[in-house]
T-cell receptor
Framework: ETGVTQTPRHLVMGMTNKKSLKCEQH?????MYWYKQSAKKPLELMFV???????ENNSVPSRFSPECPNSSHLFLHLHTLQPEDSALYLC?????????????FGSGTRLTVV | GENVEQHPSTLSVQEGDSAVIKCTYS??????FPWYKQELGKRPQLIID?????GEKKDQRIAVTLNKTAKHFSLHITETQPEDSAVYFC????????FGAGTRLTVKP
């Protein structure tokens, strides 16, 4: 483990379900991110949190709702998703919201919407 | 916003050969350029990075070069081994971190 843990690793949900993805880091980082990884596409930034405050919402549909109760935990609440939302959802963290730090990624949640 | 282009999308080399992956970026304010390696079914991992005040950086068999004027940077892997097979992502960090689409590198034994 690199210090960023995501659960669950796999999730299959129907379009009417409500589920949540969880991300936890114990690296002492202050910035956390949600990315969507689809086949043959660049990593898509979804949300950015800095000191548990949302600093960026990258035009993400409202069926994705993030929550950051503290600097160590990040959630992504899902409801009424579409099949095209099936992807690998990656959480990442960095020491600060500065542009000179590499990210530590979690292993991701493989989401399938049926 | 930043736009990062990465080429090639797939690359196959013979073990022992060199591999080069190239990226271009659009935002002149970008000043940090990391490279990530993602093995099948695993998380992306930072393997090397370069900052805008440096033109080249090397770490054993991998090296990165940066041409700020031309807004492009490259990853060079020498003496490739089968365990180098993975998807490699470049990224450019300006106002935010933007990733290239990835290069699937296959090293044939």
């Amino acid at each position: 483990e690199t210090g960023v843990t995501q659960t669950p690793r796999h999730l299959v949900m129907g379009m009417t379900n409500k589920k949540s993805l969880k991300c936890e880091q114990h690296l002492g980082h202050n910035a956390m991110y949600w990315y969507k990884q689809s086949a043959k596409k660049p990593l898509e930034l979804m949300f950015v949190y800095n000191f548990k405050e949302q600093t960026e919402n990258n035009s993400v549909p409202s069926r994705f709702s993030p929550e950051c109760p503290n600097s160590s935990h990040l959630f992504l609440h899902l409801h009424t998703l579409q099949p095209e939302d099936s992807a690998l959802y990656l959480c990442a963290s960095s020491p600060a919201l500065s542009m000179n730090y590499g990210y530590t990624f979690g292993s991701g949640t493989r989401l399938t919407v049926v | 916003g930043e736009n990062v282009e990465q080429h090639p999308s797939t690359l196959s080399v013979q073990e022992g050969d060199s591999a080069v992956i190239k990226c271009t970026y659009s935002d002149s304010a970008s000043n940090y350029f990391p490279w990530y390696k993602q093995e099948l079914g695993k998380r992306p991992q930072l393997i090397i990075d370069i900052r805008s005040n440096v033109g080249e950086k090397k770490d054993q068999r991998i090296a990165v070069t940066l041409n700020k004027t031309a807004k492009h940077f490259s990853l060079h892997i020498t003496e490739t081994q089968p365990e180098d097979s993975a998807v490699y992502f470049c990224a450019a960090s300006g106002n935010d971190m933007r990733f290239g689409a990835g290069t699937r590198l296959t090293v044939k034994p």
